[in-house]
């Protein structure tokens, strides 16, 4: 299965893509992770995306194709992928099709994460990343089972209510129209995201195995 993970900032699109890469057994390509990655590296690209990451503002098309086709191009990804964060804009879902259809390839699912914006500044603010084992907790909803992880979580610069509202601008602007696109082609699936993580895993797993 080639999978498109579309949702607005904090709808659960990580969280979900752990449940559903263990459950198929393809590698997520999330762009957000490789780009504070290329950030923590401090590469001269890695500080060229800080300026956007930090600003809230979705970081240009062609710098983030580049990242998507080199990694879409390994072999774990040649049985299948999830994507989380990309496509982001028409530009970068147009590119994706070309790309693939190059490779005789095409994608078949995009499930969309629906949850309304008053709660996701509640689920961005408590989030946490294990950088150990790459569990995404929240400090209410996800709480870490012990001190010792909860004293190692990593809280992202960018997940403040300033700059989640520029995100929210982003996504409503730039990212929303992939909606009536991926609606058009057939492909889209809506999900809805409110409830407890359980229950929105079971949705999607009913969805990809055709009886939601
Ligand atoms: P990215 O990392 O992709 O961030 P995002 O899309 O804003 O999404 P998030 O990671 O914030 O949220 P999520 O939906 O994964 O939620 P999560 O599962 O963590 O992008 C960051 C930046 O990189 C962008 O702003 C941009 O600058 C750049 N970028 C990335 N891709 C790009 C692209 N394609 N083009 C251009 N720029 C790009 O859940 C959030 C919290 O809620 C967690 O704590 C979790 O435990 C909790 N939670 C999850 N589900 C539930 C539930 N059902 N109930 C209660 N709590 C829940």
């Known amino acids: ?33 490789i780009i504070r990655a290329a950030i923590k590296k401090q590469t001269p690209r890695g500080l060229e995306f800080k300026t956007y990451t930090d600003a809230g503002a979705l970081v240009p098309d062609a710098l983030v194709h580049a990242l998507v086709e080199d ?38 699912h995009v499930l969309l994460i629906v949850v309304d914006d008053a709660v996701i500044l ?13 569990h995404i907790y929240h400090t209410k909803f996800d709480p870490p089972p012990t001190p010792e992880i909860a004293a ?8 403040t209510a300033d700059v989640l509202s520029l995100r929210l601008r982003e996504y409503h602007n730039k990212t929303a129209p992939l909606i009536p696109y991926y609606e058009n082609a057939g492909l889209l699936r809506r999900v809805d995201g409110f409830g407890p993580v359980d229950d929105v895993k079971r949705r999607i797993a009913d969805v990809l195995e055709g009886g939601g």
């Open 71 to 108: 990694r879409l191009t390994e072999p774990d990804c040649a049985s299948g992928f999830l994507l989380d964060g990309f496509p982001r804009t028409v530009v970068q879902a147009k590119w994706l099709d070309g790309m693939l259809e190059a490779r005789g390839r095409s994608i078949s």
């Open 122 to 134: 509640e689920r961005i603010v408590g989030r946490g990343l294990d950088p150990v084992t790459g």
């Open 152 to 159: 190692r979580l990593i809280h992202r610069r960018d997940d």
């Open 1 to 33: 299965m080639n999978i498109i993970l579309l949702g607005p900032p904090g709808a659960g699109k990580g969280t979900q893509a752990e449940a559903i890469t263990h459950r198929l057994g393809i590698p997520q390509v999330s762009t957000g992770d």
